[in-house]
């Protein structure tokens, strides 16, 4: 028995890394070998098997647009407000083309088309700028679809470098991240990320911000500190549910700069869909805050979703 999930470990650890496969047979595999347990995508049941299913078979077209670092930027600026979004100094698709001259001494850089590329840059008089170009080309030349697990809404987005305003809030090392967890346009609960560039540690909470005793990390990377209720909590809890709309889950990301609100980006399939829950029952019970769409017969993927302020929109 042990040989044989050995060999059976092995065989997925090979299978997970051949992401050409077909999605509905690859989706089985990455989720066996990140979970330990198999893939039932007639009837998922917990959270992460319905990422899954939810980047095999639902594919409306603003998925592309709601993922993508720049174009998201003209929806918030419709749902909610031009004000919620940070200043953008440069949009461009080649490194080269990056005018170091007209940005301030602190900036970001950050990757449109994928997850975790991003260039914080405290002093442009000390950046290595032939050292930051072969980077950017090389984050540039990514797919993020095919870098992770298959995240459909990416797998179209126009490769690009976004240039923003560098954010501090006070004296704190680096910022607060805001998550929240919104299911058919309500925002259930939120993870909140604190200290991501030395000590990174993360932890879920309720929305009145009591902590939730559920976890995806270690015990050592989880909050074991008291966090302070942001004074800006309840805006941002509606302005998620804003832009949420009536998908059937999203996650909105905000930051809290001095009390002021500022939209960070939305992801439908945090971790990848790899990260189970502890303790596992947990997994069940956020998978049922999460609605997914009915396929119907003879129906490959779900490519209209119903908008809460407009009819059925096809994408």
Request: hydrophobic residues 35%; positive net charge; proline residues 4%.
């Amino acid at each position: 028995m042990l040989m044989w999930s050995l060999i059976r470990r092995q065989t997925l650890r090979i299978l997970r890394k051949m992401k050409f496969l077909p999605p509905k047979l690859y989706a089985h595999f990455l989720y066996e070998y990140y979970t330990g347990k198999k893939l039932h995508l007639n009837n998922p049941r917990e959270f992460n098997a319905k990422i899954q299913w939810y980047k095999v078979f639902y594919h409306p077209r603003i998925l592309n647009q709601l993922v993508d670092k720049f174009a998201v930027r003209a929806y918030v600026k419709d749902k909610i407000g031009e004000v919620y979004l940070n200043t953008m100094y440069q949009i461009c698709d080649d490194p080269k083309n990056i005018n170091y001259d007209l940005l301030p001494k602190q900036f970001v850089i950050k990757a449109t088309h994928a997850s975790s590329y991003n260039l914080i840059v405290h002093d442009k008089n000390k950046l290595d700028k032939k050292k930051t170009e072969k980077l950017f080309h090389k984050w540039l030349s990514k797919n993020q679809y095919y870098r992770t697990g298959q995240e459909w809404a990416y797998k179209d987005v126009k490769p690009q470098l976004l240039v923003e305003k560098f954010l501090k809030d006070g004296d704190e090392g680096s910022l607060i991240d805001y998550k929240f967890y919104c299911f058919d346009g309500v925002a259930k609960f939120l993870e909140v990320h604190l200290d991501r560039a030395d000590n990174h540690k993360r932890g879920f909470y309720d929305l009145n911000f009591n902590p939730l005793p559920f976890r995806y990390v270690s015990k050592k990377k989880s909050i074991d500190t008291r966090v302070m209720k942001p004074k800006n909590l309840e805006e941002m809890i509606t302005l998620s549910q804003v832009l949420a709309d009536s998908l059937p889950f999203v996650r909105v990301d905000f930051y809290s700069i001095k009390g002021k609100t500022i939209f960070g980006e939305m992801t439908f399939y945090p971790s990848d869909g790899r990260k189970d829950f502890i303790p596992d029952t947990y997994n069940e019970i956020i998978g049922d805050y999460f609605k997914l769409p009915k396929l119907n017969k003879n129906q490959n993927e779900i490519l209209k979703y119903k908008s809460a302020s407009t009819k059925m929109k096809d994408d």
